[in-house]
Protein backbone atom coordinates (compact mmCIF):
# COMPACT_ATOMS: atom_id res chain seq x y z
CA UNK A 1 0.00 0.00 0.00
CA UNK A 2 1.74 3.48 -0.95
CA UNK A 3 1.86 6.26 1.88
CA UNK A 4 1.31 9.81 1.51
CA UNK A 5 1.11 12.37 3.04
CA UNK A 6 -1.50 14.41 4.99
CA UNK A 7 -1.29 18.03 5.54
CA UNK A 8 -4.64 19.21 7.80
CA UNK A 9 -5.84 22.96 8.25
CA UNK A 10 -6.30 23.31 11.50
CA UNK A 11 -5.05 26.80 13.43
CA UNK A 12 -6.33 24.93 17.07
CA UNK A 13 -3.78 22.27 16.67
CA UNK A 14 -0.28 22.55 17.64
CA UNK A 15 1.65 21.97 14.84
CA UNK A 16 5.38 21.44 14.96
CA UNK A 17 7.74 23.85 13.32
CA UNK A 18 9.20 21.26 11.19
CA UNK A 19 6.76 18.17 11.13
CA UNK A 20 7.91 14.95 9.53
CA UNK A 21 6.31 13.47 6.94
CA UNK A 22 6.43 9.75 6.01
CA UNK A 23 6.49 8.18 2.39
CA UNK A 24 6.85 4.75 2.83
CA UNK A 25 7.49 2.47 -0.65
CA UNK A 26 4.87 -0.44 -0.64
CA UNK A 27 8.62 -1.94 -1.46
CA UNK A 28 10.55 -1.25 0.76
CA UNK A 29 8.40 -0.36 4.33
CA UNK A 30 11.69 1.06 6.63
CA UNK A 31 12.11 4.16 4.45
CA UNK A 32 13.15 7.14 7.15
CA UNK A 33 10.93 10.06 7.39
CA UNK A 34 11.34 12.79 5.08
CA UNK A 35 11.53 16.60 6.78
CA UNK A 36 8.59 18.28 4.92
CA UNK A 37 9.51 20.53 2.42
CA UNK A 38 7.24 22.96 -0.11
CA UNK A 39 5.56 21.85 -2.86
CA UNK A 40 6.65 24.11 -6.24
CA UNK A 41 4.21 24.82 -8.61
CA UNK A 42 0.59 24.31 -8.86
CA UNK A 43 -1.87 21.61 -10.33
CA UNK A 44 -4.98 22.16 -12.33
CA UNK A 45 -7.29 22.69 -10.04
CA UNK A 46 -5.92 22.52 -6.44
CA UNK A 47 -4.28 25.26 -4.38
CA UNK A 48 -0.31 24.14 -3.04
CA UNK A 49 -0.07 26.22 -0.45
CA UNK A 50 0.67 29.92 1.10
CA UNK A 51 2.21 32.76 1.22
CA UNK A 52 3.58 34.57 3.71
CA UNK A 53 2.64 37.83 5.00
CA UNK A 54 4.91 39.99 6.82
CA UNK A 55 5.18 39.48 10.58
CA UNK A 56 7.10 41.03 13.22
CA UNK A 57 9.50 37.95 14.16
CA UNK A 58 9.48 35.63 11.72
CA UNK A 59 9.46 32.55 12.41
CA UNK A 60 10.65 28.82 10.98
CA UNK A 61 7.70 27.54 9.24
CA UNK A 62 7.57 25.49 6.21
CA UNK A 63 7.38 27.74 2.77
CA UNK A 64 4.46 27.19 0.81
CA UNK A 65 4.30 27.19 -2.87
CA UNK A 66 2.43 29.07 -5.72
CA UNK A 67 -0.71 27.95 -6.80
CA UNK A 68 -1.79 29.35 -10.49
CA UNK A 69 -5.05 30.46 -8.66
CA UNK A 70 -5.57 32.04 -5.63
CA UNK A 71 -3.58 29.96 -2.66
CA UNK A 72 -4.54 29.74 0.80
CA UNK A 73 -2.42 28.35 4.19
CA UNK A 74 -2.07 24.69 4.54
CA UNK A 75 -1.14 23.46 8.33
CA UNK A 76 0.64 20.31 8.83
CA UNK A 77 -0.43 17.47 11.02
CA UNK A 78 2.05 14.29 10.81
CA UNK A 79 -0.43 11.25 10.12
CA UNK A 80 -0.23 9.04 7.14
CA UNK A 81 -2.28 8.48 4.27
CA UNK A 82 -2.95 5.83 1.53
CA UNK A 83 -4.22 5.73 -1.17
CA UNK A 84 -6.46 3.05 -1.69
CA UNK A 85 -5.83 1.41 -4.61
CA UNK A 86 -5.63 -2.34 -4.73
CA UNK A 87 -2.74 -4.08 -6.79
CA UNK A 88 -3.84 -7.74 -7.94
CA UNK A 89 -0.40 -8.77 -7.67
CA UNK A 90 -0.93 -9.13 -3.73
CA UNK A 91 0.43 -6.44 -2.56
CA UNK A 92 -2.20 -3.09 -2.63
CA UNK A 93 -1.03 0.29 -3.52
CA UNK A 94 -2.82 2.36 -1.71
CA UNK A 95 -11.16 16.33 -8.21
CA UNK A 96 -12.58 22.82 -9.59
CA UNK A 97 -14.43 24.19 -6.65
CA UNK A 98 -18.68 24.51 -7.44
CA UNK A 99 -21.49 24.72 -4.90
CA UNK A 100 -23.21 22.31 -7.23
CA UNK A 101 -25.63 23.30 -9.57
CA UNK A 102 -27.03 21.35 -12.82
CA UNK A 103 -24.98 20.01 -15.18
CA UNK A 104 -25.98 18.13 -18.26
CA UNK A 105 -24.54 15.14 -18.62
CA UNK A 106 -25.16 13.79 -15.40
CA UNK A 107 -27.67 11.70 -14.04
CA UNK A 108 -28.83 14.10 -11.25
CA UNK A 109 -32.86 12.93 -10.37
CA UNK A 110 -32.99 9.97 -12.17
CA UNK A 111 -35.11 7.72 -9.07
CA UNK A 112 -35.13 9.69 -5.88
CA UNK A 113 -36.80 13.51 -5.75
CA UNK A 114 -34.16 14.83 -3.19
CA UNK A 115 -36.64 17.68 -2.44
CA UNK A 116 -38.86 15.42 -0.66
CA UNK A 117 -35.72 15.03 2.21
CA UNK A 118 -36.89 11.30 2.79
CA UNK A 119 -34.47 9.17 4.36
CA UNK A 120 -33.76 5.88 3.38
CA UNK A 121 -32.30 2.61 4.95
CA UNK A 122 -28.82 1.31 4.10
CA UNK A 123 -30.21 -1.65 2.49
CA UNK A 124 -32.14 0.60 0.50
CA UNK A 125 -29.20 2.95 -0.43
CA UNK A 126 -27.23 -0.48 -1.32
CA UNK A 127 -30.12 -1.05 -4.08
CA UNK A 128 -30.40 1.94 -5.45
CA UNK A 129 -26.68 2.18 -6.08
CA UNK A 130 -25.28 -1.26 -6.17
CA UNK A 131 -25.58 -1.25 -10.06
CA UNK A 132 -24.51 2.35 -10.39
CA UNK A 133 -20.77 0.96 -8.54
CA UNK A 134 -18.76 -0.78 -10.78
CA UNK A 135 -14.94 -2.87 -10.19
CA UNK A 136 -12.20 -1.02 -12.76
CA UNK A 137 -9.45 -3.44 -13.29
CA UNK A 138 -6.09 -2.22 -15.34
CA UNK A 139 -2.94 -3.53 -16.45
CA UNK A 140 0.20 -1.11 -16.66
CA UNK A 141 3.23 -2.34 -18.88
CA UNK A 142 6.22 -1.51 -16.17
CA UNK A 143 10.00 -1.74 -17.04
CA UNK A 144 12.85 -3.23 -14.68
CA UNK A 145 16.16 -4.03 -15.00
CA UNK A 146 14.66 -8.21 -15.59
CA UNK A 147 12.73 -6.41 -18.52
CA UNK A 148 9.58 -5.12 -19.14
CA UNK A 149 6.29 -6.65 -17.64
CA UNK A 150 2.58 -5.88 -17.19
CA UNK A 151 0.98 -4.87 -13.38
CA UNK A 152 -2.09 -5.37 -12.27
CA UNK A 153 -4.18 -2.90 -10.94
CA UNK A 154 -7.67 -2.52 -9.36
CA UNK A 155 -10.29 0.10 -8.38
CA UNK A 156 -13.85 1.62 -8.43
CA UNK A 157 -16.21 3.65 -10.62
CA UNK A 158 -19.27 5.31 -10.11
CA UNK A 159 -21.75 5.49 -13.55
CA UNK A 160 -22.85 8.73 -14.10
CA UNK A 161 -24.53 9.21 -17.00
CA UNK A 162 -26.80 6.37 -18.96
CA UNK A 163 -24.61 6.24 -21.56
CA UNK A 164 -21.71 4.69 -20.02
CA UNK A 165 -19.75 7.31 -18.26
CA UNK A 166 -17.76 6.18 -15.43
CA UNK A 167 -15.87 8.64 -12.67
CA UNK A 168 -13.20 7.14 -10.90
CA UNK A 169 -9.83 8.89 -9.29
CA UNK A 170 -7.06 9.22 -11.60
CA UNK A 171 -4.81 7.14 -10.17
CA UNK A 172 -6.98 4.51 -10.55
CA UNK A 173 -6.15 4.28 -14.09
CA UNK A 174 -2.87 6.05 -14.15
CA UNK A 175 -0.54 4.58 -17.15
CA UNK A 176 -3.21 1.51 -17.99
CA UNK A 177 -3.05 0.57 -21.49
CA UNK A 178 -6.05 -1.73 -20.67
CA UNK A 179 -9.12 -0.83 -18.56
CA UNK A 180 -11.78 -3.11 -17.90
CA UNK A 181 -14.65 -2.94 -15.84
CA UNK A 182 -17.05 -5.22 -14.74
CA UNK A 183 -20.29 -4.46 -13.54
CA UNK A 184 -22.71 -5.95 -11.05
CA UNK A 185 -24.39 -8.51 -13.05
CA UNK A 186 -20.75 -9.96 -14.12
CA UNK A 187 -20.60 -8.43 -17.09
CA UNK A 188 -16.95 -7.05 -18.22
CA UNK A 189 -16.94 -3.86 -20.65
CA UNK A 190 -14.10 -2.53 -22.26
CA UNK A 191 -13.13 1.01 -21.47
CA UNK A 192 -11.92 3.86 -22.49
CA UNK A 193 -10.80 7.08 -20.79
CA UNK A 194 -12.37 10.40 -22.19
CA UNK A 195 -10.06 12.57 -20.36
CA UNK A 196 -8.98 13.33 -16.54
CA UNK A 197 -7.73 16.34 -13.86
CA UNK A 198 -4.66 15.04 -12.43
CA UNK A 199 -4.54 17.73 -10.27
CA UNK A 200 -8.03 16.75 -8.83
CA UNK A 201 -7.24 13.02 -8.93
CA UNK A 202 -10.43 12.60 -11.42
CA UNK A 203 -11.07 10.20 -14.50
CA UNK A 204 -13.64 9.71 -16.78
CA UNK A 205 -14.01 6.40 -18.67
CA UNK A 206 -16.46 5.29 -21.36
CA UNK A 207 -17.68 1.73 -21.84
CA UNK A 208 -20.19 0.77 -25.05
CA UNK A 209 -24.20 0.44 -24.47
CA UNK A 210 -26.35 2.68 -23.10
CA UNK A 211 -29.45 2.18 -20.77
CA UNK A 212 -27.12 1.87 -17.48
CA UNK A 213 -27.99 2.80 -14.12
CA UNK A 214 -26.95 5.77 -13.01
CA UNK A 215 -26.23 7.15 -9.61
CA UNK A 216 -28.44 9.97 -8.34
CA UNK A 217 -25.92 13.11 -7.95
CA UNK A 218 -26.38 14.98 -4.60
CA UNK A 219 -24.75 17.88 -3.26
CA UNK A 220 -21.86 18.08 -1.03
CA UNK A 221 -22.68 21.77 0.21
CA UNK A 222 -25.67 20.65 1.91
CA UNK A 223 -23.82 17.64 3.68
CA UNK A 224 -23.19 18.24 7.73
CA UNK A 225 -21.39 16.73 10.04
CA UNK A 226 -22.78 13.60 11.64
CA UNK A 227 -24.20 12.49 8.27
CA UNK A 228 -25.40 8.70 7.68
CA UNK A 229 -22.00 8.25 4.96
CA UNK A 230 -22.48 4.88 2.76
CA UNK A 231 -19.40 3.79 0.80
CA UNK A 232 -19.68 1.04 -1.87
CA UNK A 233 -17.04 0.04 -4.14
CA UNK A 234 -14.71 -2.82 -4.74
CA UNK A 235 -11.95 -3.79 -1.87
CA UNK A 236 -9.34 -5.75 -2.18
CA UNK A 237 -9.88 -5.78 -5.93
CA UNK A 238 -11.81 -8.52 -5.36
CA UNK A 239 -14.81 -7.80 -3.16
CA UNK A 240 -16.85 -5.78 -5.48
CA UNK A 241 -20.25 -4.25 -3.97
CA UNK A 242 -19.23 -4.18 -0.97
CA UNK A 243 -21.34 -1.88 1.47
CA UNK A 244 -19.90 -0.38 4.67
CA UNK A 245 -21.66 2.93 6.94
CA UNK A 246 -20.66 5.73 8.70
CA UNK A 247 -20.85 9.17 8.98
CA UNK A 248 -19.56 12.42 7.68
CA UNK A 249 -16.90 13.16 10.27
CA UNK A 250 -15.36 16.63 9.16
CA UNK A 251 -15.84 19.00 5.90
CA UNK A 252 -13.35 20.82 4.23
CA UNK A 253 -10.43 18.68 5.10
CA UNK A 254 -7.10 20.06 2.87
CA UNK A 255 -5.16 17.50 2.50
CA UNK A 256 -1.54 17.01 0.89
CA UNK A 257 -1.95 13.36 -0.86
CA UNK A 258 1.19 12.79 -3.40
CA UNK A 259 2.05 16.20 -3.65
CA UNK A 260 -1.88 17.12 -4.72
CA UNK A 261 -3.63 19.57 -2.58
CA UNK A 262 -7.36 17.90 -1.86
CA UNK A 263 -10.31 19.86 0.07
CA UNK A 264 -12.42 16.51 0.99
CA UNK A 265 -14.99 14.97 3.07
CA UNK A 266 -13.72 13.32 5.73
CA UNK A 267 -15.71 9.95 7.26
CA UNK A 268 -15.28 7.07 9.44
CA UNK A 269 -17.00 4.53 7.11
CA UNK A 270 -14.50 1.43 6.41
CA UNK A 271 -12.34 2.44 3.54
CA UNK A 272 -10.26 -0.11 2.20
CA UNK A 273 -7.67 -0.69 -0.88
CA UNK A 274 -9.53 -0.95 -3.24
CA UNK A 275 -12.26 1.51 -3.18
CA UNK A 276 -10.92 4.33 -4.91
CA UNK A 277 -13.11 5.58 -7.54
CA UNK A 278 -16.39 4.37 -5.32
CA UNK A 279 -18.99 6.04 -4.18
CA UNK A 280 -19.82 7.56 -1.08
CA UNK A 281 -23.28 8.84 -0.92
CA UNK A 282 -26.17 10.37 1.84
CA UNK A 283 -28.75 8.96 3.38
CA UNK A 284 -31.05 9.94 0.32
CA UNK A 285 -29.16 7.52 -1.55
CA UNK A 286 -27.38 10.16 -3.06
CA UNK A 287 -23.78 10.38 -4.57
CA UNK A 288 -21.77 12.95 -2.84
CA UNK A 289 -18.39 11.73 -3.03
CA UNK A 290 -15.82 9.98 -4.66
CA UNK A 291 -13.43 7.89 -2.48
CA UNK A 292 -9.84 8.75 -2.69
CA UNK A 293 -7.70 8.27 0.70
CA UNK A 294 -7.84 6.90 4.28
CA UNK A 295 -5.77 6.71 6.70
CA UNK A 296 -2.95 4.47 7.78
CA UNK A 297 -1.01 3.67 10.59
CA UNK A 298 -0.78 1.98 13.67
CA UNK A 299 -3.85 3.19 15.97
CA UNK A 300 -5.63 4.76 12.89
CA UNK A 301 -9.09 4.23 12.53
CA UNK A 302 -11.54 5.58 10.40
CA UNK A 303 -9.86 7.97 8.91
CA UNK A 304 -11.83 7.80 5.48
CA UNK A 305 -11.85 10.84 2.52
CA UNK A 306 -13.69 11.70 -0.44
CA UNK A 307 -13.68 13.92 -3.52
CA UNK A 308 -16.95 16.22 -2.69
CA UNK A 309 -19.31 15.98 -5.62
CA UNK A 310 -19.54 19.53 -6.11
CA UNK A 311 -16.08 19.57 -7.02
CA UNK A 312 -16.38 16.90 -8.87
CA UNK A 313 -19.07 17.16 -10.84
CA UNK A 314 -18.64 20.04 -12.78
CA UNK A 315 -14.83 18.52 -13.69
CA UNK A 316 -16.71 15.17 -14.97
CA UNK A 317 -19.32 17.39 -16.61
CA UNK A 318 -16.43 19.07 -18.60
CA UNK A 319 -15.07 15.98 -19.73
CA UNK A 320 -17.85 14.40 -21.19
CA UNK A 321 -18.93 17.50 -23.16
CA UNK A 322 -15.19 18.12 -24.33
CA UNK A 323 -12.93 15.40 -23.40
CA UNK A 324 -11.20 17.46 -21.24
CA UNK A 325 -11.16 20.08 -18.47
CA UNK A 326 -12.79 23.90 -18.97
CA UNK A 327 -9.80 26.14 -18.50
CA UNK A 328 -9.95 27.49 -14.62
CA UNK A 329 -9.75 30.99 -13.67
CA UNK A 330 -7.34 32.72 -11.80
CA UNK A 331 -7.71 35.98 -9.93
CA UNK A 332 -3.90 36.35 -9.47
CA UNK A 333 -3.25 37.10 -6.35
CA UNK A 334 -1.87 35.01 -3.28
CA UNK A 335 -4.32 34.83 0.12
CA UNK A 336 -3.59 33.17 3.45
CA UNK A 337 -6.06 33.48 6.39
CA UNK A 338 -5.53 35.08 9.51
CA UNK A 339 -7.23 33.85 13.03
CA UNK A 340 -8.17 35.90 15.74
CA UNK A 341 -4.98 34.10 17.74
CA UNK A 342 -2.85 34.73 15.06
CA UNK A 343 -3.25 38.61 14.51
CA UNK A 344 -0.19 39.45 16.97
CA UNK A 345 1.88 36.84 14.82
CA UNK A 346 1.15 39.01 11.45
CA UNK A 347 1.20 42.39 12.87
CA UNK A 348 -2.75 43.09 11.79
CA UNK A 349 -5.44 44.05 13.97
CA UNK A 350 -7.86 42.26 12.47
CA UNK A 351 -8.87 38.42 11.48
CA UNK A 352 -9.77 37.62 8.12
CA UNK A 353 -8.05 37.33 4.70
CA UNK A 354 -5.52 39.21 3.35
CA UNK A 355 -3.22 39.37 -0.10
CA UNK A 356 -0.05 38.42 0.83
CA UNK A 357 1.19 38.85 -3.31
CA UNK A 358 -0.48 40.25 -6.32
CA UNK A 359 1.12 38.86 -9.56
CA UNK A 360 -2.01 38.76 -12.06
CA UNK A 361 -1.63 42.27 -14.43
CA UNK A 362 -5.50 42.65 -13.97
CA UNK A 363 -5.17 42.64 -10.41
CA UNK A 364 -2.50 44.96 -10.26
CA UNK A 365 -3.93 47.19 -12.75
CA UNK A 366 -7.35 47.37 -10.62
CA UNK A 367 -5.32 48.33 -7.98
CA UNK A 368 -5.25 45.78 -5.16
CA UNK A 369 -2.03 45.39 -3.13
CA UNK A 370 -0.49 43.32 -0.32
CA UNK A 371 -1.62 43.45 2.93
CA UNK A 372 -5.40 44.30 1.94
CA UNK A 373 -7.87 42.55 3.58
CA UNK A 374 -10.72 40.92 1.13
CA UNK A 375 -13.88 41.31 2.74
CA UNK A 376 -16.41 41.11 -0.02
CA UNK A 377 -16.33 39.50 -3.63
CA UNK A 378 -18.81 40.71 -5.78
CA UNK A 379 -21.14 41.95 -2.67
CA UNK A 380 -21.11 38.91 -0.74
CA UNK A 381 -18.99 37.98 2.71
CA UNK A 382 -15.69 36.94 2.49
CA UNK A 383 -14.93 34.88 5.36
CA UNK A 384 -12.41 32.53 4.21
CA UNK A 385 -10.00 31.86 2.30
CA UNK A 386 -11.58 28.34 1.20
CA UNK A 387 -14.73 30.65 0.75
CA UNK A 388 -13.20 32.93 -1.89
CA UNK A 389 -11.28 30.03 -3.82
CA UNK A 390 -15.09 28.47 -4.51
CA UNK A 391 -16.63 31.70 -5.64
CA UNK A 392 -13.76 32.14 -7.97
CA UNK A 393 -13.94 28.59 -9.32
CA UNK A 394 -17.38 29.15 -9.89
CA UNK A 395 -16.15 31.88 -12.88
CA UNK A 396 -15.27 31.35 -16.30
CA UNK A 397 -12.20 32.54 -17.72
CA UNK A 398 -13.02 36.54 -18.38
CA UNK A 399 -15.42 37.37 -16.35
CA UNK A 400 -15.35 40.29 -14.29
CA UNK A 401 -15.41 40.01 -10.21
CA UNK A 402 -15.41 43.05 -7.66
CA UNK A 403 -12.67 42.87 -4.71
CA UNK A 404 -13.91 45.07 -1.45
CA UNK A 405 -11.44 45.03 0.30
CA UNK A 406 -9.92 46.71 3.54
CA UNK A 407 -6.53 49.19 3.39
CA UNK A 408 -5.64 51.51 6.26
CA UNK A 409 -8.98 51.41 8.14
CA UNK A 410 -10.61 52.65 4.27
CA UNK A 411 -12.71 50.17 2.56
CA UNK A 412 -11.75 50.57 -1.60
CA UNK A 413 -13.27 48.14 -4.56
CA UNK A 414 -11.14 46.76 -7.03
CA UNK A 415 -13.10 45.14 -10.19
CA UNK A 416 -10.83 42.26 -11.65
CA UNK A 417 -10.63 40.41 -14.89
CA UNK A 418 -9.92 36.94 -14.70
CA UNK A 419 -6.84 35.47 -16.29
CA UNK A 420 -6.34 31.83 -17.24
CA UNK A 421 -5.01 29.85 -14.49
CA UNK A 422 -2.05 28.25 -16.85
CA UNK A 423 -0.29 31.16 -16.98
CA UNK A 424 0.52 31.33 -13.43
CA UNK A 425 1.89 27.64 -13.09
CA UNK A 426 5.51 28.68 -13.79
CA UNK A 427 5.56 31.36 -10.95
CA UNK A 428 8.22 30.73 -8.83
CA UNK A 429 9.13 32.48 -5.03
CA UNK A 430 12.30 33.83 -3.61
CA UNK A 431 13.36 31.65 -0.63
CA UNK A 432 12.89 34.50 1.70
CA UNK A 433 10.37 36.52 1.46
CA UNK A 434 8.08 34.74 -0.95
CA UNK A 435 8.48 36.98 -3.95
CA UNK A 436 8.48 35.54 -7.51
Known amino acids: MEEI ?10 IPEDPNFVLVNPDEPDVNPQVWSETKGGTEGVFTGEKKAPRKKPSPRPKASDSPYVTKRFLAVALVLAVIFSSALGAFLGSRMSGGGSYSNLDSNNSLESATGSKLTIQQIYKKNADAVVEISTEVPTKSVLGNSVSQGAGSGVIVNKKGYIATNYHVIEGAKKI ?32 YTAATIGKSKKVQVGDLAVAIGNPLGQLGGTTTSGIISALDRQLSINGKKLT ?9 PGNSG ?9 LIGLVVAKGSGTGIEGLGFAIPVD ?11 NGTIVEKPAAGISIF ?17 YIHEVYGSHAKKAGLKSGDRITKLDGKKVTSSNGLIQAIQKKKVGDAVTFTVERNGKEVTAKVKLEKASQFENQ ?3 SSQGEQ
Not at 311 to 321: H, L, S, Y
Not at 337 to 353: C, H, I, M, R, S
Open 180 to 211: TVRLRNGRSRSASVVGYDEGNDIAVLKIGGSG
Open 337 to 353: DVTEDQKAEYNVDKAGV
Open 5 to 14: DMNEKNPFDS
Open 264 to 272: LLQTDTAIN
Open 428 to 430: TED
Open 311 to 321: TAAPIIDDIIK
Open 278 to 286: GGLFNGKGE
